[in-house]
C-alpha cells in the first residue's frame, strides 16, 4: 500500500510530475548524448592516428623510440609476426622499417619520412592502396616507391618519373636509391601529404642494408580495452625481449588533448547535472511543502516519521525512474543515429583537427556504459534530492503541521 | 481508575512579552464510553487541551494518564504509536488522504498496525456499512460530498479499535443535516462499539447531544456538566 500511496501521489498533480520527469529525462539524453559525442570521437581520434600512425601497440627495440635509430632495429622471425597475429584481439599488424632521407628530383629536395612496409600488411592496417590516386600499388617484389600527393607536386614529379634517396643506413653506411615512383597517395593531412614515401620492405631493407630487421610492428587490436591483455601475451610470447609501447606512449600529444578537451566536457557535464538537480529540487520541494498538513494529519493518527519517509523517498524514486528509464529508451536511436552518421566537420574547424593530425569526423560512442552511466548519474542527482523530503518530515512538528 | 485522567494540567506561551497560558491548571477525569464535549469560546483552549490528550503537543506543567500510561513519560516515536493504537482522530477539515478510496482511507490505519490483510477487508467494510456508505467505498474523497467524507474519517477513527475518539469541531464544515447525520452516527457507534467520544466543538447541535460538557474560559474549567441539554458557547 506504500508502493501504491506514492505511485498516486505522484499524479495528484500530472502536469508537476511529467515537468520533473521530462527534466530527468532530457538531462539523460542530453548528457549521454554530450557523452557518447566525446567517448566516440575520443576513440575515433584514437583509432584512426593508431591505424594511420603506430597502430595500438608497437613492438620495438627498447632504445628505438628514443634514439629513432636504425640501428635499433630488431629481427623478427615471420612465424612470431605470424604468431602474434593469431593472437585473439589482434586485427591488424604491418612490420615496419622507418627511417628520414633526403628525397630529390631534378634541383629539388626534400626531407622525408621513408616506411618500408609489406604491402599486405599496410593494406590491411591502414588501406593504403586506398589512398592510391594514381599509379599501381606496390608489391612485396617493388623496387619502387609510392610518394605523396604533396611531395609529388614539391619535387615536380609524377609517374614514371625517379626520386633519388640518400641518407644513413645501418651502422652508419650510405643510404642511396634511384627510385622510379610508381604510386601517387593523397594521405587525409598535408604534413604527411608532403613527406611521405612508400616502398616494400625487402627494397628498403636493402636500400638501408638492415637485412632483415624492423623498426617497429604496429599492431590494431579490435578493443582498446583489450590493449592490456595483448599486450601481456606478446610480451610473454616475446620473452620481454622487446620494449612494447602503447599508443598514449608514442602519441601524448593526442592523449593530453583528450584529456584537456575530457576535463573541459566534463565540466560542462557537472553544470548540466547542477542545473537538473535543481529543477528536480524544486518540484520536490513544492511536492512536500504543499503537503506539510497532510504529513501532519498521518504523524497525528500513528504514522511513524520514517514511513512518511519510505513514502516520499519513493515517490522521488519512481519520479526519476520515470524519466531515466524513458530517458536512456529515447537516446538509444538518436546515438545509434549518429553512431552511423557521424557529423564531418568542414571549413575552418578542419584545420584545428588537421593540426592534431585527426580527421575532421565527429563520432559517437555505443558503448552501453555511456547510457547507464549517465542514467546512473542522473538517477543519483535525483535521488540527492529526496534528501530534502526527509530533512523536511524529520523536522516537521505534527501540531504546527495539521494548524497549518 | 478513568480512562483519562488529567492532572493540574498547564500550557503556557512565551512567544509574546506576555506569556500565554492556554491551558491553566486543568483537572479532568474522563469515564469509558463517555460522549463529551469540551465547549468554549474561540481562544479558550479547548483545542489546546485536546492536542494534549492527543499526545500532538507537551503540557508546560501537569499530566496526562490514559489507561494508565502517562504521556508525559513517552518519547515522541512511542507517542505516534500510542496514538496509532488507542486514539482515532477526526477532524474538521476531513483530512483523509486524497489519492485512496473511502476503503484505503479506513483501512491504511489498519495497515500502519500491522493488521493482516482479511481482518483489513472485513473491517473496514463493517464500518463503512455502518457509516452508511458500503456503496461509496470505492470513491475517493473528492468524489464524495463534505458529509460523506467525514463519515469516512469517523470510520477512519474507529478503524484502530481506539480506546477512544478525539474530534475537532467535526461538525464545523457541514451543512445542517450532514451535521445532525454525523451526530447521530456518532451517537450510534459509541453505544454500539462502546468508544469513547471526546468533542472540541461550539457547535449547539454537538452541545446539545453530549451527555457531559465540559466548558472552558481562558484555559481554565468554567463548568463541568452531565447531562446538559443547552449550553452557550461563544
Known amino acids: 500500500m506504500y508502493l501504491s500511496l506514492s505511485w498516486r501521489n505522484i499524479w495528484r498533480n500530472k502536469r508537476r510530475t511529467l515537468i520533473a520527469a521530462a527534466s530527468v529525462f532530457f538531462a539523460v539524453i542530453l548528457a549521454a548524448l554530450m557523452r557518447s559525442g566525446q567517448e566516440g570521437s575520443y576513440s575515433y581520434m584514437i583509432h584512426s592516428s593508431a591505424k594511420l600512425f603506430t597502430g595500438y601497440l608497437q613492438v620495438q627495440h627498447e632504445d628505438y623510440w628514443e634514439k629513432r635509430s636504425l640501428n635499433k632495429s630488431i629481427v623478427m622471425k615471420d612465424s612470431l609476426v605470424q604468431a602474434i597475429q593469431a593472437l585473439p584481439h589482434v586485427t591488424s599488424l604491418s612490420p615496419r622499417l622507418e627511417s628520414y632521407a633526403l628525397i630529390s628530383h631534378g634541383s629539388e629536395t626534400r626531407v622525408s619520412q621513408v616506411i618500408g612496409m609489406q604491402p599486405e600488411y599496410e593494406q590491411a592496417m591502414t588501406n593504403l592502396k586506398d589512398k592510391l590516386i594514381a599509379g599501381r600499388y606496390l608489391t612485396s617484389g617493388s623496387e619502387s616507391a609510392l610518394i605523396g600527393e604533396g611531395l609529388a607536386d614539391l619535387l615536380h614529379v609524377g609517374l614514371g618519373d625517379s626520386i633519388v634517396l640518400y641518407g644513413q643506413g645501418f651502422q652508419g653506411l650510405i643510404a642511396a636509391a634511384k627510385l622510379p615512383i610508381q604510386g601517387i597517395i593523397k594521405m587525409p593531412f598535408e604534413s604527411m601529404n608532403n613527406a611521405m614515401v612508400y616502398l616494400a620492405l625487402p627494397n628498403a631493407q636493402d636500400i638501408f642494408a638492415t637485412y632483415d630487421r624492423i623498426t617497429s610492428l604496429p599492431i590494431m587490436v579490435d578493443n582498446i580495452r583489450h590493449l592490456a591483455t595483448v599486450d601481456q601475451q606478446i610480451a610473454s610470447m616475446t620473452h620481454h625481449k622487446y620494449a612494447l609501447k602503447s599508443w598514449d606512449e608514442m602519441l601524448p600529444e593526442l592523449k593530453q588533448n583528450i584529456q584537456v578537451d575530457n576535463a573541459s566536457g566534463i565540466i560542462m557535464l557537472i553544470i548540466l547535472y547542477i542545473v537538473i538537480a535543481f529543477g528536480v529540487f524544486g518540484t520536490v520541494m513544492m511536492m512536500i511543502s504543499e503537503r506539510a498538513r497532510e504529513f501532519g494529519i498521518l504523524i497525528s493518527v500513528g504514522m511513524r516519521k520514517w514511513r512518511l519517509m519510505v513514502v516520499t523517498t519513493i515517490e522521488t524514486i519512481l519520479v526519476a525512474f520515470t524519466g531515466v528509464i524513458s530517458g536512456v529508451i529515447a537516446s538509444i536511436p538518436i546515438i545509434y543515429y549518429f553512431h552511423h552518421h557521424p557529423i564531418h566537420f568542414t571549413g575552418e574547424a578542419t584545420h584545428t583537427f588537421e593540426q592534431l593530425n585527426i580527421e575532421p569526423i565527429f563520432n559517437f560512442s555505443m558503448n552501453p556504459s555511456i547510457f547507464w552511466d549517465q542514467a546512473f548519474i542522473v538517477l543519483i542527482i535525483a535521488l540527492a534530492t529526496a534528501v530534502y523530503p526527509l530533512l523536511f518530515i524529520r523536522r516537521l512538528k505534527p501540531i504546527d503541521a495539521v494548524r497549518g | ?234
Open chain 2, 1 to 234: 481508575m478513568a480512562l483519562i485522567e488529567i492532572n493540574s494540567l498547564h500550557k503556557t506561551y512565551n512567544t509574546t512579552a506576555v506569556p500565554v497560558h492556554a491551558v491553566n491548571n486543568v483537572t479532568l477525569h474522563i469515564e469509558k464510553e463517555e460522549f463529551t464535549a469540551v465547549v468554549g469560546p474561540s481562544g479558550s483552549g479547548k483545542t489546546t487541551l485536546l492536542n494534549m490528550i492527543g499526545g500532538l503537543d507537551q503540557p508546560s506543567e501537569g499530566e496526562i494518564i490514559i489507561d494508565n500510561t502517562n504521556l508525559n513519560k513517552l518519547s515522541t516515536s512511542a507517542k505516534v504509536d500510542f496514538r496509532l493504537h488507542n486514539i482515532g482522530f477526526i477532524f474538521q477539515a476531513y483530512n483523509l488522504i486524497p489519492v485512496f478510496t473511502a476503503r484505503e482511507n479506513v483501512e491504511f490505519i489498519m495497515l500502519l498496525q500491522k493488521r493482516p490483510k482479511k481482518e483489513r477487508e472485513e473491517r473496514s467494510n463493517e464500518l463503512l456499512k455502518a457509516v452508511g456508505l458500503q456503496d461509496r467505498m470505492h470513491n475517493r474523497p473528492s468524489q464524495l460530498s463534505g458529509g460523506q467524507q467525514q463519515r469516512v474519517a469517523v470510520a477512519r477513527a474507529l478503524a484502530s479499535r481506539p480506546n477512544f475518539v478525539l474530534a475537532d469541531e467535526p461538525t464545523a464544515n457541514l451543512d445542517s443535516v450532514s451535521a445532525e447525520s454525523l451526530l447521530d452516527l456518532m451517537e450510534q457507534l459509541n453505544r454500539t462499539y462502546q468508544t469513547t467520544f471526546i468533542f472540541s466543538t461550539h457547535d449547539d447541535r454537538v452541545i446539545k447531544r453530549a451527555r457531559r460538557v465540559v466548558t472552558l474560559r481562558d484555559g481554565k474549567i468554567d463548568y463541568d456538566k452531565q447531562n446538559v441539554q443547552t449550553v452557550s458557547g461563544e
